[in-house]
């Protein structure tokens, strides 16, 4: 069964971080897109990172460069999504979601989200002002 698993949402204060961590399971990570999409209240999903798991190449929404970086672990089929400088418009449920032998410019594009393979039941992140 593929199952993907976040953790590491929480609360905070504008400016301070947070991890969040997504575990995969059922599959292997050859040839994935693996990516980060949130849903504020009252908003439609925003897709924020992705990374492409056959070159590493990675990938960010204009809101979030420079503040957050994705990683991945291989041996631990789990992908990272540090977040710094965080702002009270992060706020948001985040969603870890995978593609097979998809490219990380659909992760940006909320037409192509129905049709992504894998979704994690989401993390809420809130950050105060």
């Known amino acids: 069964e593929v199952q993907l698993v976040e953790s590491g949402g929480g609360l905070v204060q504008a400016g301070g971080s947070l991890r969040l961590s997504c575990a995969a399971s059922g599959f292997g990570f050859d040839d994935y897109a693996i990516g980060w999409i949130r849903q504020a209240p009252g908003k439609g999903r925003e897709g924020v990172s992705c990374i492409s798991t056959s070159d590493g190449r990675t990938s960010y929404a204009d809101s979030v460069k420079g503040r957050f970086t994705i990683s991945i672990d291989n041996a631990k089929n789990t992908v990272y999504l540090q977040m710094n400088t965080l702002k009270p418009e992060d706020t948001a449920v985040y969603y870890c979601?995978?593609?097979?032998?998809?490219?990380?410019?659909?992760?940006?594009?909320?037409?192509?989200?129905?049709?992504?393979?894998?979704w994690g039941q989401g993390t809420q992140v809130t950050v105060s002002s």
């Open positions: 979601a995978a593609d097979l032998e998809a490219v990380c410019e659909y992760f940006y594009d909320s037409n192509y989200y129905s049709t992504i393979g894998y």
